[in-house]
């Protein structure tokens, strides 16, 4: 399976950093793709921090075709998650939201997004890629998932 792990974070569509330049690396992000990799999955990382906005992101998309697309999600990323999250989705990808925002607000991220995950997340994604491999055929409301939006294909 090819996940691609997005910190959804553009430098340039944000005043206050620009101007604080308190710049994070996104470890947890890194920390799971790493997992993701020694578990035998295909991984990729679109940190958006210095991409120029979404053009980078779906050439992302473009050149690796993700069955997955995973999105760490803060408050202050959320608009900006969800917007990246239904391109993802409209090219087929099924979406994961996990972080701080989606466990804090998970409703907000039910329309938008496949599936939002509770708990460690390089358990959750670990187990999650082996629910998917397991009924890829199967529309996604028939992956047991602890928060899921309900008709969703």
């Known amino acids: 399976m090819k996940i691609l792990f997005v910190y959804p974070f553009f430098l340039n569509e944000s005043a206050l950093e620009q101007q ?11 920390y799971l793709a790493a997992g993701a990799r020694r578990a035998g999955h295909g991984v990729a ?8 906005g979404d053009a980078d992101f779906v050439a992302a998309l473009d050149r690796h075709r993700p ?3 995973c999105f760490a999600c803060l408050i ?5 998650a969800l917007r990246l999250a239904s391109v993802a989705r409209s090219r087929g990808a099924v979406t994961i939201a996990g972080g701080p925002d ?11 997004l496949s599936s939002q995950e509770r708990g460690p997340g390089d358990e ?13 055929a199967l529309p996604l409301p028939y ?6 939006r309900e008709g969703t294909s």
């Not at 990382?45 to 120029?52: K, L, N, P, Q, R």
């Open 20 to 30: 604080w330049m308190t710049l994070y690396p996104p470890l947890g992000l890194l």
């Open 67 to 69: 069955d997955v697309v």
């Open 143 to 148: 992956i047991p998932s602890p928060l899921r």
């Open 76 to 80: 202050t990323l959320r608009p900006t």
């Open 102 to 112: 989606p466990t804090s607000y998970p409703e907000t991220y039910l329309l938008p």
């Open 124 to 136: 959750v994604i670990i187990h999650l890629s082996v629910r998917l491999r397991v009924v890829q």
């Open 45 to 52: 990382v679109f940190d958006g921090t210095f991409a120029e």
